[in-house]
Protein backbone atom coordinates (compact mmCIF):
# COMPACT_ATOMS: atom_id res chain seq x y z
CA UNK A 1 0.00 0.00 0.00
CA UNK A 2 2.63 2.72 0.97
CA UNK A 3 4.57 2.03 -2.21
CA UNK A 4 0.93 2.42 -4.57
CA UNK A 5 0.28 5.95 -2.20
CA UNK A 6 3.67 7.05 -3.09
CA UNK A 7 3.29 6.52 -6.49
CA UNK A 8 -0.09 7.45 -6.92
CA UNK A 9 0.53 11.23 -5.14
CA UNK A 10 3.92 11.40 -6.55
CA UNK A 11 5.47 11.94 -3.21
CA UNK A 12 8.91 11.73 -2.80
CA UNK A 13 8.90 11.90 0.99
CA UNK A 14 7.99 10.45 3.84
CA UNK A 15 4.43 10.77 4.73
CA UNK A 16 3.54 13.51 7.33
CA UNK A 17 2.46 12.29 10.77
CA UNK A 18 1.04 14.81 13.68
CA UNK A 19 1.26 19.14 14.08
CA UNK A 20 1.36 19.30 10.39
CA UNK A 21 -0.51 20.94 7.54
CA UNK A 22 -0.51 19.48 4.02
CA UNK A 23 -1.99 21.54 1.22
CA UNK A 24 -3.08 19.66 -1.65
CA UNK A 25 -4.80 20.04 -5.18
CA UNK A 26 -7.48 18.36 -7.05
CA UNK A 27 -7.25 19.33 -10.47
CA UNK A 28 -10.17 18.23 -12.25
CA UNK A 29 -12.48 19.05 -9.86
CA UNK A 30 -11.15 22.60 -9.84
CA UNK A 31 -10.33 22.53 -5.95
CA UNK A 32 -7.59 22.85 -3.24
CA UNK A 33 -7.25 22.30 0.01
CA UNK A 34 -5.45 21.88 3.37
CA UNK A 35 -5.64 19.24 5.64
CA UNK A 36 -4.35 19.84 9.67
CA UNK A 37 -3.53 16.74 12.05
CA UNK A 38 -2.73 18.18 15.43
CA UNK A 39 -1.34 15.96 18.00
CA UNK A 40 0.92 17.18 20.82
CA UNK A 41 0.43 20.53 20.37
CA UNK A 42 -3.12 20.45 20.90
CA UNK A 43 -2.74 18.50 23.93
CA UNK A 44 -0.39 20.65 25.76
CA UNK A 45 -3.11 23.46 24.93
CA UNK A 46 -6.18 22.03 25.89
CA UNK A 47 -4.65 20.40 29.05
CA UNK A 48 -2.63 23.11 30.52
CA UNK A 49 -5.77 24.54 32.17
CA UNK A 50 -7.59 20.83 32.56
CA UNK A 51 -10.54 22.15 30.47
CA UNK A 52 -14.13 20.15 31.55
CA UNK A 53 -14.34 17.57 28.42
CA UNK A 54 -17.05 19.96 26.42
CA UNK A 55 -14.89 23.04 26.53
CA UNK A 56 -11.48 21.53 25.60
CA UNK A 57 -13.41 19.93 22.61
CA UNK A 58 -15.02 23.26 21.29
CA UNK A 59 -11.55 25.29 21.49
CA UNK A 60 -9.77 22.28 19.92
CA UNK A 61 -12.21 22.81 17.27
CA UNK A 62 -11.30 26.42 17.20
CA UNK A 63 -7.59 25.57 17.05
CA UNK A 64 -8.32 23.56 14.18
CA UNK A 65 -10.05 25.87 12.09
CA UNK A 66 -7.33 28.56 12.93
CA UNK A 67 -4.68 25.96 11.24
CA UNK A 68 -6.71 25.28 8.16
CA UNK A 69 -7.07 29.45 7.84
CA UNK A 70 -4.01 31.17 9.02
CA UNK A 71 -1.07 28.01 7.52
CA UNK A 72 -2.48 29.67 3.95
CA UNK A 73 -0.75 32.90 5.22
CA UNK A 74 2.20 33.96 2.69
CA UNK A 75 3.59 36.13 5.28
CA UNK A 76 5.16 36.33 8.75
CA UNK A 77 1.84 37.58 10.54
CA UNK A 78 -0.78 36.22 13.00
CA UNK A 79 -4.26 35.18 12.09
CA UNK A 80 -6.48 35.98 15.23
CA UNK A 81 -9.52 33.85 15.87
CA UNK A 82 -11.82 35.29 18.39
CA UNK A 83 -15.75 34.69 19.71
CA UNK A 84 -17.80 36.65 22.18
CA UNK A 85 -21.14 34.67 22.52
CA UNK A 86 -23.45 34.52 25.42
CA UNK A 87 -23.19 30.96 25.75
CA UNK A 88 -21.47 28.99 28.41
CA UNK A 89 -18.21 29.21 26.46
CA UNK A 90 -18.33 33.01 26.25
CA UNK A 91 -14.99 33.89 25.05
CA UNK A 92 -12.53 32.10 22.61
CA UNK A 93 -9.06 33.56 21.00
CA UNK A 94 -6.63 31.24 19.12
CA UNK A 95 -3.84 33.15 17.75
CA UNK A 96 -1.92 31.33 14.83
CA UNK A 97 1.49 33.37 14.93
CA UNK A 98 2.82 32.44 11.27
CA UNK A 99 3.98 30.37 9.66
CA UNK A 100 3.95 27.50 12.50
CA UNK A 101 3.05 28.93 16.15
CA UNK A 102 -0.19 28.31 17.57
CA UNK A 103 -1.81 29.37 21.07
CA UNK A 104 -5.32 29.22 22.27
CA UNK A 105 -7.77 30.12 25.37
CA UNK A 106 -11.10 29.50 26.41
CA UNK A 107 -13.39 30.94 28.94
CA UNK A 108 -16.04 29.92 30.57
CA UNK A 109 -18.57 30.40 33.04
CA UNK A 110 -18.92 27.13 35.79
CA UNK A 111 -22.66 27.39 36.40
CA UNK A 112 -24.40 27.98 32.71
CA UNK A 113 -22.19 24.96 31.52
CA UNK A 114 -23.29 22.66 34.44
CA UNK A 115 -27.09 23.73 33.64
CA UNK A 116 -26.02 22.99 30.26
CA UNK A 117 -24.58 19.77 30.67
CA UNK A 118 -27.93 18.81 33.00
CA UNK A 119 -30.24 19.48 30.08
CA UNK A 120 -28.06 17.72 27.64
CA UNK A 121 -26.75 20.61 25.47
CA UNK A 122 -23.30 20.61 25.13
CA UNK A 123 -22.49 20.53 21.46
CA UNK A 124 -20.34 23.24 20.31
CA UNK A 125 -23.37 25.40 18.80
CA UNK A 126 -24.94 24.85 22.41
CA UNK A 127 -22.18 26.39 23.98
CA UNK A 128 -21.26 29.47 21.87
CA UNK A 129 -25.14 30.22 21.75
CA UNK A 130 -25.40 34.18 20.27
CA UNK A 131 -22.75 36.46 19.21
CA UNK A 132 -20.09 36.81 16.94
CA UNK A 133 -16.89 35.60 15.29
CA UNK A 134 -14.26 37.25 14.13
CA UNK A 135 -11.20 36.86 12.36
CA UNK A 136 -8.32 38.88 12.12
CA UNK A 137 -5.08 39.04 9.91
CA UNK A 138 -2.41 41.37 11.42
CA UNK A 139 0.17 41.85 8.89
CA UNK A 140 2.22 44.03 11.41
CA UNK A 141 2.57 47.23 13.23
CA UNK A 142 2.59 49.10 9.79
CA UNK A 143 0.16 47.31 8.03
CA UNK A 144 -3.35 47.12 7.76
CA UNK A 145 -5.39 44.93 9.21
CA UNK A 146 -7.85 42.75 7.86
CA UNK A 147 -10.60 41.22 9.42
CA UNK A 148 -14.32 39.60 9.00
CA UNK A 149 -16.92 39.02 11.30
CA UNK A 150 -19.43 36.45 11.31
CA UNK A 151 -22.75 36.16 13.24
CA UNK A 152 -22.80 33.01 15.54
CA UNK A 153 -27.00 32.42 16.13
CA UNK A 154 -26.69 28.82 17.29
CA UNK A 155 -24.20 27.52 14.95
CA UNK A 156 -21.05 25.40 14.90
CA UNK A 157 -17.49 26.50 13.88
CA UNK A 158 -17.67 24.39 10.95
CA UNK A 159 -21.07 26.20 9.76
CA UNK A 160 -19.47 29.48 10.12
CA UNK A 161 -16.72 29.11 8.26
CA UNK A 162 -18.82 28.57 5.38
CA UNK A 163 -20.26 31.52 5.56
CA UNK A 164 -17.15 33.30 6.55
CA UNK A 165 -15.48 32.36 3.28
CA UNK A 166 -18.57 33.31 1.33
CA UNK A 167 -18.86 36.53 2.59
CA UNK A 168 -15.19 37.76 3.48
CA UNK A 169 -13.67 35.97 0.47
CA UNK A 170 -16.56 34.77 -1.96
CA UNK A 171 -14.82 31.60 -1.98
CA UNK A 172 -17.36 28.42 -1.89
CA UNK A 173 -15.75 26.44 0.89
CA UNK A 174 -16.24 23.54 2.95
CA UNK A 175 -14.61 22.05 6.37
CA UNK A 176 -14.64 19.41 8.15
CA UNK A 177 -13.09 18.79 11.51
CA UNK A 178 -12.52 16.31 14.64
CA UNK A 179 -11.20 16.33 18.02
CA UNK A 180 -11.31 13.52 19.98
CA UNK A 181 -9.50 12.15 23.52
CA UNK A 182 -7.74 8.50 22.51
CA UNK A 183 -5.25 6.13 24.79
CA UNK A 184 -2.50 4.38 23.00
CA UNK A 185 0.38 2.11 24.77
CA UNK A 186 2.09 3.04 27.41
CA UNK A 187 0.05 6.40 28.23
CA UNK A 188 -0.90 7.68 31.47
CA UNK A 189 -3.88 9.53 30.23
CA UNK A 190 -5.87 9.99 26.87
CA UNK A 191 -4.29 12.74 25.05
CA UNK A 192 -5.81 15.41 23.00
CA UNK A 193 -5.77 14.83 18.85
CA UNK A 194 -7.62 16.14 16.03
CA UNK A 195 -7.87 16.72 12.67
CA UNK A 196 -8.96 18.91 9.91
CA UNK A 197 -9.70 19.61 6.16
CA UNK A 198 -10.68 22.48 4.15
CA UNK A 199 -11.55 22.14 0.53
CA UNK A 200 -12.09 25.42 -1.94
CA UNK A 201 -13.24 25.51 -5.11
CA UNK A 202 -11.57 27.81 -7.83
CA UNK A 203 -12.66 27.61 -10.94
CA UNK A 204 -10.62 29.31 -13.79
CA UNK A 205 -13.14 31.87 -14.49
CA UNK A 206 -16.52 32.75 -12.72
CA UNK A 207 -17.51 33.57 -9.30
CA UNK A 208 -15.66 35.91 -7.22
CA UNK A 209 -12.36 37.44 -6.58
CA UNK A 210 -10.01 34.50 -5.36
CA UNK A 211 -8.16 36.36 -2.54
CA UNK A 212 -5.60 35.27 -0.59
CA UNK A 213 -6.90 37.74 2.18
CA UNK A 214 -9.82 38.41 3.38
CA UNK A 215 -11.73 41.86 3.19
CA UNK A 216 -15.09 43.21 4.38
CA UNK A 217 -17.06 42.31 1.13
CA UNK A 218 -20.68 41.82 1.58
CA UNK A 219 -22.19 38.30 0.92
CA UNK A 220 -22.65 37.06 -2.78
CA UNK A 221 -23.56 33.71 -2.89
CA UNK A 222 -24.25 32.85 -6.66
CA UNK A 223 -26.77 30.36 -5.53
CA UNK A 224 -29.12 32.82 -3.51
CA UNK A 225 -28.04 36.02 -6.12
CA UNK A 226 -29.16 33.39 -9.15
CA UNK A 227 -32.30 31.45 -8.90
CA UNK A 228 -30.74 29.83 -12.38
CA UNK A 229 -27.90 29.22 -10.42
CA UNK A 230 -25.60 25.77 -11.11
CA UNK A 231 -23.06 24.73 -8.69
CA UNK A 232 -19.99 23.12 -10.77
CA UNK A 233 -20.39 19.39 -11.28
CA UNK A 234 -16.52 19.28 -9.57
CA UNK A 235 -17.52 21.08 -6.69
CA UNK A 236 -20.23 18.56 -5.90
CA UNK A 237 -18.13 16.28 -6.09
CA UNK A 238 -15.71 17.36 -4.43
CA UNK A 239 -18.36 18.06 -1.32
CA UNK A 240 -19.69 14.41 -1.68
CA UNK A 241 -16.72 12.99 -1.10
CA UNK A 242 -15.57 15.15 1.58
CA UNK A 243 -18.77 14.41 3.33
CA UNK A 244 -18.10 10.53 3.51
CA UNK A 245 -15.02 11.02 5.99
CA UNK A 246 -15.40 9.88 9.62
CA UNK A 247 -14.01 11.82 12.77
CA UNK A 248 -12.17 8.64 13.37
CA UNK A 249 -10.40 8.94 10.58
CA UNK A 250 -9.53 12.43 10.63
CA UNK A 251 -7.93 12.04 13.87
CA UNK A 252 -6.60 8.80 13.76
CA UNK A 253 -3.40 8.81 14.30
CA UNK A 254 -2.43 5.82 12.26
CA UNK A 255 -3.68 7.58 9.03
CA UNK A 256 -1.59 10.10 8.02
CA UNK A 257 -2.97 12.84 6.19
CA UNK A 258 -0.98 11.64 2.38
CA UNK A 259 -3.39 8.57 3.12
CA UNK A 260 -6.19 9.98 4.32
CA UNK A 261 -6.70 11.88 0.87
CA UNK A 262 -5.84 9.18 -1.43
CA UNK A 263 -8.48 7.18 0.37
CA UNK A 264 -11.48 9.94 -0.01
CA UNK A 265 -9.59 11.87 -3.71
CA UNK A 266 -7.83 9.34 -5.21
CA UNK A 267 -10.48 8.01 -8.16
CA UNK A 268 -10.48 11.76 -9.08
CA UNK A 269 -6.55 12.30 -8.79
CA UNK A 270 -5.16 14.53 -5.59
CA UNK A 271 -1.70 16.55 -5.75
CA UNK A 272 -0.38 17.18 -2.30
CA UNK A 273 2.70 19.41 -1.30
CA UNK A 274 5.14 19.51 1.45
CA UNK A 275 3.31 19.63 4.76
CA UNK A 276 4.18 22.17 7.19
CA UNK A 277 5.14 21.64 10.75
CA UNK A 278 3.17 23.26 13.27
CA UNK A 279 4.08 23.23 17.12
CA UNK A 280 2.26 25.10 20.26
CA UNK A 281 4.14 28.49 21.02
CA UNK A 282 3.08 31.02 23.19
CA UNK A 283 4.52 35.45 22.41
CA UNK A 284 4.77 36.36 25.98
CA UNK A 285 7.81 37.49 27.33
CA UNK A 286 8.93 39.41 30.24
CA UNK A 287 9.71 42.33 27.80
CA UNK A 288 6.58 42.21 26.09
CA UNK A 289 4.29 42.87 29.88
CA UNK A 290 6.71 44.96 31.32
CA UNK A 291 6.42 47.32 28.08
CA UNK A 292 2.60 47.09 28.94
CA UNK A 293 2.71 48.16 32.36
CA UNK A 294 5.08 50.60 31.46
CA UNK A 295 3.05 52.41 29.11
CA UNK A 296 -0.36 51.16 29.74
CA UNK A 297 -0.73 52.02 33.43
CA UNK A 298 -0.12 54.87 35.65
CA UNK A 299 1.90 54.89 38.88
CA UNK A 300 -0.84 55.05 40.48
CA UNK A 301 -2.72 51.97 38.71
CA UNK A 302 0.46 50.24 39.34
CA UNK A 303 0.78 50.58 42.78
CA UNK A 304 -2.55 49.08 43.42
CA UNK A 305 -1.72 46.20 41.39
CA UNK A 306 0.92 45.13 43.91
CA UNK A 307 0.09 42.34 46.25
CA UNK A 308 2.89 42.02 49.49
CA UNK A 309 5.45 44.54 46.61
CA UNK A 310 4.88 43.03 43.42
CA UNK A 311 2.71 43.04 40.60
CA UNK A 312 2.03 39.42 39.41
CA UNK A 313 0.86 38.92 35.46
CA UNK A 314 -0.29 35.29 34.69
CA UNK A 315 -0.46 34.43 30.66
CA UNK A 316 -4.50 33.54 30.11
CA UNK A 317 -2.91 31.32 27.02
CA UNK A 318 0.39 29.25 28.87
CA UNK A 319 -0.18 30.28 32.49
CA UNK A 320 3.11 31.75 32.80
CA UNK A 321 3.29 33.69 35.84
CA UNK A 322 5.78 37.21 36.01
CA UNK A 323 6.44 39.14 38.75
CA UNK A 324 7.58 42.74 38.74
CA UNK A 325 8.50 45.52 41.65
CA UNK A 326 6.28 47.98 40.81
CA UNK A 327 8.92 50.62 42.01
CA UNK A 328 11.03 49.63 39.06
CA UNK A 329 8.60 51.60 36.45
CA UNK A 330 9.06 55.38 38.35
CA UNK A 331 11.17 57.54 36.10
Same mark, same amino acid.
Given at each position: ????? /??????? $??????????? =?????????? $????????????????? &?????? $???????? /?????????????? =????? @??? #???? /?????????????? &???????????????????????? #???????????????? $? &????????????????????????????? %??????? *???????????????????????????????? +???????????????? %?? !???????? !????? %????????????????????????????? +? +??? /??????????????????????????? *???????????? =????? &???????? @??
Amino acid at each position: MTENL /LSALGLD $RPESGDDAVVP =FTLDKLDTRG $RVVRLGAALDTILSRHD &YPLPVA $RLLGEAVV /LSALIGSSLKFEGR =FILQT @QTD #GPVN /LIVVDFDAPDGMRG &YARFDQDALVKAAESGKTSPADLL #GNGHLALTIDQGQHME $R &YQGIVALQGNSLEEVAHTYFMQSEQIPTQ %VRMAVAQ *MSTKGDHRPRWRAGGLLIQHLPASGMGVMADL +PGNGDFNDPAMADPDF %VE !ADGWSEAK !ALLGT %VGDLELADPDLSPERLLFRLYHETGVRVF +P +PQT /LEERCTCSVDRIEDMLANSFSDEERQE *MAVDGEIEVVCE =FCSSA &YRFNPHQF @QN
